[in-house]
């Protein structure tokens, strides 16, 4: 009997090569993330910023090939579904979009996995201290190590969409916005930004759906509070109410 199940990774190549054969793919993947990031943020924004940056790469293609950028976004979505992956990541590398010149290397998935399952040896004391857990990932790439570590609460019998809250920033735009639709579709409450993490230089900022949709604004506030009293001395905590109003 015929196998039928469907090579995800090679479908999504697939299309990615044909969508616009005028363009580099470089560029077609970049269009492909814009379209993709700012679909999912605009509900939660209701910018018009974020609005003309949707409607000024869309201009850029047909309704088919919209439609080609929408089936890849499933694919996407199916690939996390199936196993939490670096999917993006792997696409990433597997077209040869990055740049070494730059010293730009991504973690191999299963390094990210062992580095995560190494930091979840205390998980359980510190959740039952602080309700959830923070992560900062200062150059996060396509998210590769989040999403590894989310995997490992999951495998300890944590839910992460509720016990974890991430701040990730990348300096390249791919990156960032790689980061963001792969946290966003494995529902990671999480603060990302397009920035240099040692000049603290942003340029922008995302917040995924899971992060509003479980009050992490109002749990990040008690959180400060918590430590203050803790520790007896102030807390800085970015106010963020800007930061969300772009």
Same mark, same amino acid.
């Given at each position: 009997?015929?196998?039928?199940?469907?090579?995800?990774?090679? !479908?999504?190549?697939?299309?990615?090569?044909?969508?616009?054969?005028?363009?580099?793919?470089?560029?077609?993947?970049?269009?492909?993330?814009?379209?993709?990031?700012?679909?999912?943020?605009?509900?939660?924004?209701?910018?018009?910023?974020? !609005?003309?940056?949707?409607?000024?790469?869309?201009?850029?293609?047909?309704?088919?090939?919209?439609?080609?950028?929408?089936?890849?976004?499933?694919?996407?979505?199916?690939?996390?579904?199936?196993?939490?992956?670096?999917?993006?990541?792997?696409?990433?590398?597997?077209?040869?979009?990055?740049?070494?010149?730059?010293?730009?290397?991504?973690?191999?998935?299963?390094?990210?996995?062992? *580095?995560?399952?190494?930091?979840?040896?205390?998980?359980?004391?510190? +959740?039952?201290?602080?309700?959830? +857990?923070?992560?900062? !990932?200062?150059?996060?790439?396509?998210?590769?190590?989040?999403?590894?570590?989310?995997?490992? *609460?999951?495998?300890?019998?944590?839910?992460?969409?509720?016990?974890?809250?991430?701040?990730?920033?990348?300096?390249?735009?791919?990156?960032?916005?790689?980061?963001?639709?792969?946290?966003?579709?494995?529902?990671?409450?999480?603060?990302?930004?397009?920035?240099?993490?040692?000049?603290?230089?942003?340029?922008?900022?995302?917040?995924?759906?899971?992060?509003?949709?479980?009050?992490?604004?109002?749990?990040?506030?008690?959180?400060?509070? +918590?430590?203050?009293?803790?520790?007896?001395?102030?807390?800085?905590?970015?106010?963020?109410?800007? !930061?969300?109003?772009?």
């Amino acid at each position: 009997m015929k196998d039928r199940r469907v090579n995800v990774p090679k !479908e999504f190549n697939r299309l990615l090569h044909e969508v616009d054969t005028s363009k580099s793919v470089s560029e077609v993947f970049n269009d492909f993330l814009t379209l993709s990031i700012y679909s999912i943020a605009q509900p939660f924004y209701r910018s018009q910023i974020i !609005e003309e940056k949707y409607l000024n790469t869309a201009k850029k293609y047909s309704r088919k090939q919209l439609d080609y950028f929408a089936a890849m976004n499933a694919y996407t979505l199916i690939s996390l579904d199936m196993g939490m992956t670096d999917f993006l990541g792997e696409i990433f590398k597997m077209n040869g979009l990055g740049d070494h010149r730059k010293g730009q290397f991504f973690t191999p998935y299963h390094v990210s996995k062992l *580095m995560g399952r190494l930091q979840c040896i205390n998980l359980k004391v510190d +959740i039952e201290n602080k309700d959830f +857990i923070t992560m900062c !990932e200062p150059c996060c790439g396509s998210g590769g190590m989040v999403i590894a570590f989310a995997e490992c *609460m999951k495998e300890e019998g944590f839910n992460f969409q509720q016990k974890l809250y991430v701040e990730a920033m990348d300096i390249e735009e791919i990156c960032f916005k790689m980061a963001y639709l792969q946290l966003s579709l494995l529902g990671i409450a999480a603060q990302v930004q397009l920035g240099n993490s040692l000049t603290l230089e942003v340029k922008e900022t995302l917040y995924t759906p899971m992060f509003f949709i479980n009050g992490f604004y109002r749990r990040l506030k008690e959180f400060k509070e +918590i430590d203050e009293v803790q520790s007896g001395e102030p807390v800085q905590l970015r106010l963020i109410d800007e !930061e969300i109003r772009i």
